[in-house]
């Protein structure tokens, strides 16, 4: 048995972070490159990834940005082919990339649907697709999916979203019972309401916020770095028998 520091060690590991340019995804990468990971980040704003990117490379890690809108599938499969020829294979995947239109379910719009199910849904598959062939050839290989309490309860005005997380979530028990047998882990995490620059307007609120936090047992949202240690734990070898299991992260919000 290794000792726990051996666990989480991710030494000598590359992950592909989406949508890894501000929020959970930077505090994520961030947090894998700290347990040694190398990083290959990928989102739609260069700059953001840039500034990741040095960051990365401060901790003594290897960094690269990739441009990726999730919602191409061409562009999901020249990525992964660009990172596999940069750092010689991807050792771990997180889908994290997403987007929410808040909208009730008699205003939702087709456009509204498509784009959020596009990038939260298609996007994630795709990319466990691209980067799955090369873990199930390989024998081995973590991916962890960025899901949220709304996968497993609903609230009002998110019909669009917790579609997509709750499709996330089966989408993640397919994969980890179709690749298991390869040694590939599959597994997501699902975080309570977070503070983000994508839920700012929503808890920009006080009203709102109050009545959230209220609904929280431990009495706060989450930050972006609540998240990074289940993530880790996920993508190190500390969870080399967890496969298609949902991590709430979630200060015992859906125990209520």
Known sequence: MPDAPRLFDLTGRVALVTGAGRG???????????AGADIAAAARTAEELERLVDEVKRLGRRGSAHLLDVTRVDAIEAVVADVVAAHGGIDILVNNAGTKVPQSALDTTEEAWDHVLDVNLKGAFFCARAVGRHMVARGSGKIVNVASTYAVVGAPNRATYAASKGGLLQLTRVLAIEWAPHGVNVNAVGP???????????????DFRR??????????????????????????????????????????????
């Not at 972006?224 to 496969?243: I, K």
Request: charged letters at 15%.
């Open 192 to 206: 309570t309401a977070a503070l983000t620059s994508m839920n700012e307007g929503v808890l920009g609120d006080e």
């Open 24 to 34: 959970l995804g930077r505090a994520i990468a961030l947090g894998l490159a700290r």
């Open 211 to 256: 009545q959230v936090v209220a609904r929280i047992p431990a009495g706060r949202l989450a930050t972006p770095d609540d998240v990074v240690g289940p993530v880790v734990f996920l993508a190190s070898p500390a969870s080399d028998l967890v496969n298609g299991h949902l991590l709430l992260v979630d200060g015992g919000f859906t125990a209520l």
